[in-house]
């Protein structure tokens, strides 16, 4: 069996490293294969299987749940990827922010915590911070030390082209994995939603868990690695551009302080712009687009935590022909497209 | 006569420029001569002569007012460096903010401006700004590009050289203008004071005049340049690290967004920090240091501003031992060193 797998990203190398795994001729095509340009360069890899996405599109709900049980043995394949089990604090500053998050909170059926309980696991959160909860299985990885990790399993397999038509590629199937890139490719909705994204550094040690919270009204994440580093994200524009704004910057750094006032005094390391591929639903695009054309794209917010089981579920699909019906809400049919 | 300057900065090569424009065979001692270590890289260049220094020392007020009369010529003289007379809007938010700057502007003798005024002259400003002035003295210039200027002007008369000692070069004359560097080199107290300063980038036309505000009890500044580029400036630590920091980022950013709301929509450029040379009192060192020894340093906030008399001045005491008596109060006596 000859696959290819056009797209570099975390999906597309997840799928083409499952692909090789299980005994395929593997070849992904991808125009800057040592690049930075996709979506998981910029994501913070917060592993949240009960986001507010659910309440979008709830058999999601299903496929996030199940991704995050891959989720352990996944990293461990790939060695340190700075996979990380302390769980997540979702907090809230305001009576409007508690009022927020408690409808998220209730879904996922957690004890709310009061503010004291919150800083006796945080002791940093800000002493405004009036309520929250503790999820233990929100977890988080980097997803740039996944990539590198995929990369470096694929080793030559890595083709350095653009493809701009699906049937130049010579193989048994194809699978499009292109993120945003896949629209031009198959016809599929799919739109870039821009995220701005900051990287702080400082001393370790001043948050051990994933902090994903409401600061008067609005919602960000902190995502401290073992290095010191902590991921503020994310802006959520309807937009395409690439630039990072003072209005952007601004609004995650506001809410970070106000959560944990600590974080003045990190660096400001980085502050990047990436497009997440959304679809209408915002749920990915999983399945058969035709004859030996295969999708997986659309993951929108969910491309780190779904890696695992997309990886799973498309090469099912491409040597067998068929999977596991957890897929079937997830088809390109649903758009009118195959 | 042979003249030596040390330092290659807005202040050195300033300085430099004159003794050459006089007749001097002139050398400049810097160790990167083409970089963007300099105070003059991140400054903003704003040409404030009625600054909140003028308090804490009072005799600085003449000096900052007499090198403002002699920009528009020294401006003319390097050819288009960004040398705007447009005007500074003095703007205060909150009753607070306009109890705070009332000082400064009844110093300067400015009449009071309502919101609606000062909406009228620049309709960017946002509806909360409360009161202010129009400062038509207080002008800009880009400090980048005054300091390309000269260093053209100089052409092969600088190397690329540190200097450790002022006994190892060979001159008639040495002119110690090295910003914080002089310290080292003439144990005097000059002090690294750490600024954090923000480039924005956007379409040309939201703002007209530079905006030097007090926003929620920050002190900030805007300086808009004609191809769309806006300075925001500037935080004030007693530090020596050049990190961008969280906190120093977010309160530029939020001050500078409650006064001109439309600038969320700008570009983050550039972060940059620098370190203004300052002194015990806050105001330059200027005169002789010991026998063919001259100082120019610790021009802390004014650098820019100050570099046309500072360059007359110590040019004058360089080639004729003696100048005008307004730098009777800079000399480096002051700090018992000479």
Not at 28 to 37: K, R, S, W
Not at 67 to 73: I, R, T, Y
Request: charged content about 20%; glycine content about 12%.
């Amino acid at each position: 069996m000859r696959a290819a797998v056009v797209g570099g990203g975390i999906i597309g190398l997840s799928i083409a490293a499952e692909l090789l795994r299980r005994g395929a001729d593997v070849t992904v095509y991808d125009p800057a294969p040592e690049g930075t340009e996709g979506a998981w360069h910029v994501a913070a890899g917060m592993l949240a299987p009960a986001g507010e996405s659910v309440f979008e599109f709830p058999q999601l709900e299903r496929l996030l749940a199940a991704s995050n049980e891959l989720w352990p043995a996944f990293a461990a394949s790939l060695g340190d990827v700075g996979y990380d089990d302390a769980g997540t604090l979702g907090v809230a500053l305001t009576a409007d922010d508690v009022t927020e998050m408690a409808r998220e909170w209730k879904h996922q059926g957690l004890s709310p915590l009061t503010g004291s309980q919150l800083r006796e696991l945080a002791p940093s959160l800000s002493p405004r911070v009036r309520a929250g909860v503790f999820a233990p299985t929100e977890r988080q990885v980097d997803p740039r030390r996944v990539v590198r990790a995929l990369r470096g399993m694929l080793g030559g397999r890595t083709v350095n082209r653009f493809v701009s038509d699906v049937s130049e590629v010579e193989a048994d199937v194809v699978v499009v994995a292109a993120g945003c890139g896949t629209a031009g490719l198959t016809g599929l909705p799919i739109r870039p939603v821009k995220g701005q994204v900051l990287r702080l550094r400082g001393e370790p040690g001043l948050l051990r868990h994933v902090i994903d919270g409401a600061a008067d009204g609005r919602h960000v994440y902190l995502v401290p690695r073992a290095d010191g580093e902590v991921v503020v994200g994310a802006t959520q524009e309807e937009r395409t551009d690439s630039t990072p704004t003072a209005g952007g910057v601004h609004d995650l750094l506001r809410a970070a302080l106000d959560l944990v006032p600590g974080l003045a005094e990190h660096e400001l390391a980085e502050v990047t712009v990436g497009h997440r591929p959304g679809t209408p639903d915002n749920a990915p695009v999983l399945g058969t687009l035709r004859d030996n054309v295969v999708v997986a794209a659309g993951h929108h917010r969910n491309g780190i935590l779904l890696a695992p089981i997309t990886a799973r579920l498309i090469a099912d699909l491409v040597l067998t022909g068929k999977t596991d019906p957890i897929i079937d809400d997830f088809t390109p049919g649903r758009f009118g497209c195959a």
